[in-house]
């Protein structure tokens, strides 16, 4: 199999990586720290992990994206993981900014560029259909008061995920698509100083996303206390939700 995995420097997105790596796939790597990816591309065989530098953000990563299916060839599967969030309670708005910019204007950026070319190239079909998966989060379910830019963005992802369902579903179009919502992973994303309920490690997480791309779930949410609390936090009436506290500082 061939991926292509963006946001694969550190944490979720290099754990994928590496797990495809380590059961023999081709895997395109790409994000904004060279050195990280040049560090998992050593680990393998020459050719078989493939790297490039792409800031989401930019305009220019549509032609890192483009260098890359070069490359490798048209991918089985494109995982969007790349993402950031700040627990942001004294509202700073670059953070706030900053988040929209990537989680929602990267990945819209990332996504279309990657559909248009799967519609286009041939490679595709109704027996061999594009995978596109996109790492949201748990936060796509509740507006989180302590992260609103970042719990917003994942929401977004999460609809515009769905959006694409129906629009592939619409003009027949060969992909698939999963929706990946984790809990709290112990990744560069959290804050070290804080505690956090029902903490995964990475290798857990990275399993659990693994087991919901090879079955090829439309959502992937794990585990299963995760889905309950997102089961009861849903029947939360708005003005009792809108009155809860989270975190104190
Ligand atoms: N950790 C959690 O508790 C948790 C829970 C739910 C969802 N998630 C989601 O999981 C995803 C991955 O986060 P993580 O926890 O694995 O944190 P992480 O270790 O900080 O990884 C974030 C990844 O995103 C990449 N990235 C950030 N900005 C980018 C940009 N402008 N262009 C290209 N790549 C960029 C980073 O690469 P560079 O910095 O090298 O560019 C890095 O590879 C995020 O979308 C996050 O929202 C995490």
Redesign the pocket.
């Known amino acids: 199999m061939k991926a292509i995995i963006?946001?694969?420097?550190?944490?979720?997105?290099?754990g994928v990586a590496e797990a495809l790596a380590a059961q023999g796939d081709t895997v395109g790597v790409?994000?904004?720290?060279i050195e990280?990816l040049q560090s998992i591309a050593q680990q393998y065989v020459e050719g078989q992990v493939v790297t490039q530098a792409?800031?989401?953000?930019s305009v220019e990563?549509c032609t890192a994206l483009d260098s890359l299916l070069q490359r490798l060839g048209a991918p089985d599967l494109l995982v969007y993981?790349?993402?950031?969030?700040f627990q942001n309670t004294q509202l700073d708005s670059e953070k706030e900014l900053a988040t929209v910019r990537?989680?929602c204007e990267?990945m819209v950026r990332v996504i279309t560029h990657f559909v248009r070319y799967a519609v286009s190239c041939g490679a595709y079909h109704k027996g061999h259909k594009a995978h596109i998966a996109v790492?949201?989060?748990?936060?796509t379910t509740a507006a989180m008061g302590a992260a609103p830019a970042?719990s917003a963005s994942?929401r977004m992802e999460s609809t515009y995920v769905t959006a694409l369902v129906q629009l592939a579903h619409m003009q027949h179009w060969p992909l698939r698509f999963t929706d990946i919502?984790?809990?709290?992973?112990?990744?560069?994303?959290?804050n070290p100083d804080k505690r956090y309920p029902l903490l995964m490690t990475t290798d857990q997480a990275v399993k659990h996303i693994m087991r919901g791309i090879r079955r090829r779930r439309r959502v992937v949410v794990f585990d299963i206390r995760y889905k309950i609390i997102v089961f009861f936090w849903k029947l939360v009436p708005r003005a009792i939700w809108e009155r809860m506290t989270f975190v104190n500082n």
């Open positions: 963006i946001g694969a420097t550190s944490g979720l997105g290099r790409a994000g904004r720290r990280m792409m800031d989401v953000t990563a993981v790349a993402g950031i969030g990537t989680n990267g790492v949201t989060s748990v936060a970042y994942k919502r984790p809990g709290f992973v112990s990744t560069a994303l959290l």
